[in-house]
């Protein structure tokens, strides 16, 4: 599966932003989706993800009440709603996908691991300031 990014952009601390990811396939309910940012020098970091069917939804500590993961089945489309935006949200951030109905979490470590992941966009740039 091909998935596209769009919706970054430059706004103020406090603003809000739409992320998309567009998938080349009508798989994304029985996938794990999941939304991973990088900031320059720091690792790539898991913000959301998505459980394939359910729709069980997870998010990091540092997100968690601002932003809301979603995905819209009929238009194979991921969203990351972004809300009271803060500087420390700045980075590249990129949308992935696990093979069809393979959970989110790692059965190993029980978390979200970006390594777990098959399909990956280019990204989107999202700054803050």
């Known amino acids: 599966v091909q998935l596209v990014e769009s919706g970054g952009g430059s706004v103020q601390a406090g603003g809000s932003l739409t992320l998309s990811c567009a998938a080349s396939e009508s798989t994304i309910s029985s996938r794990c989706m999941a939304w991973f940012r990088q900031a320059p020098g720091k690792e790539r970091e898991v913000v959301a993800s998505?459980?394939?069917?359910?729709?069980?939804?997870r998010y990091s500590d540092s997100v968690k009440g601002r932003f809301s993961i979603s995905r819209d089945n009929d238009e194979n489309t991921l969203y990351l709603q972004m809300t009271n935006l803060k500087p420390e949200d700045t980075g590249m951030y990129y949308c992935a996908a696990r093979r069809v109905l393979q959970s989110c979490l790692n059965e190993g470590t029980g978390s979200v691991q970006g390594t777990d992941f098959s399909y990956w966009g280019q990204g989107t740039q999202v700054t803050v300031s």
């Open positions: 998505i459980s394939p069917n359910q729709g069980t939804t």
